[in-house]
Structure formats: C-alpha cells, structure tokens
C-alpha cells in the first residue's frame, strides 16, 4: 500500500470554530502525522524502531574446528533480553565469496549472549561476521 500524499491542517480547516484553541492542536497534530508518515514511507530504521544490536566480530576458527566441534565462545553484550540471532554477512580472508549457509547455535548469558558454534565455517580461517540480534 502506498501512503497518500502528506497534507498538513491548516487554521483554514477550522475556520467555523472559536479562535485561539485551534492552533496548538493543528501544531501537535502536523507533528504526529509527519513522524508517523516518515516512519511508514521508508524510513524505519531496526535499530531505531526495534529493539535489536548488530556486531561484528572476527576471529579464527580452530584446525580442528570441523571435526571436533571446537569454537571460543563469542559473547556478545546486551542491553535487552535476546530472542533471535542471525547471522547477516560472513567475510572470509581476502572478501572471498561466500556461499554456505551458516547457522549459529547460542545460549544466554548474564549480560546478553554467547555465541558457542558456527556451522558451515573451515578450519584454520579468520573469518569477520556480522550479527543481527533481535
């Protein structure tokens, strides 16, 4: 659905009613009504509107990181309560294209999240990831 166009009142749609009263409620009204059009014509913004947190972290996988499951933690800091974690870009050495899907598995933590494992990631790589916490 697109919005309609954004038409502000004016005094000259009250003129029927008493002066004076009118004016500071054209003025909140307007205010509103332009935020509310701004919020809903494209210009929402996640971290602004929803509570969420996106970080990025690099690190290096383990040799034995596929086989064995072995992974430092990566812990993640929060201010609210978590209730997803997505993975947004993965950068291996060299901006190297990557196709595999990755999943991470995570748990809470006392201060946000923790990051246990990465499935689709090699060994020995450094790797820069960019999470979206929701």
Do not use: H
């Not at 929402?44 to 969420?52: A, G, K, W, Y």
């Amino acid at each position: 659905m697109k919005l309609p166009d954004l038409r502000p009142l004016t005094r000259e749609d009250f003129s029927d009613v008493e002066d004076g009263w009118p004016e500071p409620l054209i003025k909140s009204v307007n205010t509103f009504q332009e935020q509310v059009f701004n919020g809903l014509n494209k210009q929402i913004t996640l971290t602004d509107n929803i509570q969420s947190r996106v970080v990025e972290l690099t690190f290096t996988t383990a040799a034995d990181y596929t086989t064995n499951d072995t992974f430092q933690p990566l812990n993640i800091a929060l201010s609210f309560k978590a209730t997803a974690v997505f993975i947004a870009q993965v950068i291996a050495p060299n901006n190297a294209v990557i196709t595999t899907a990755f999943t991470p598995c995570w748990y809470f933590t006392n201060s946000g999240i923790s990051v246990k494992f990465i499935s689709g990631l090699a060994d020995s790589t450094k790797y820069t990831v960019r999470f979206l916490v929701l």
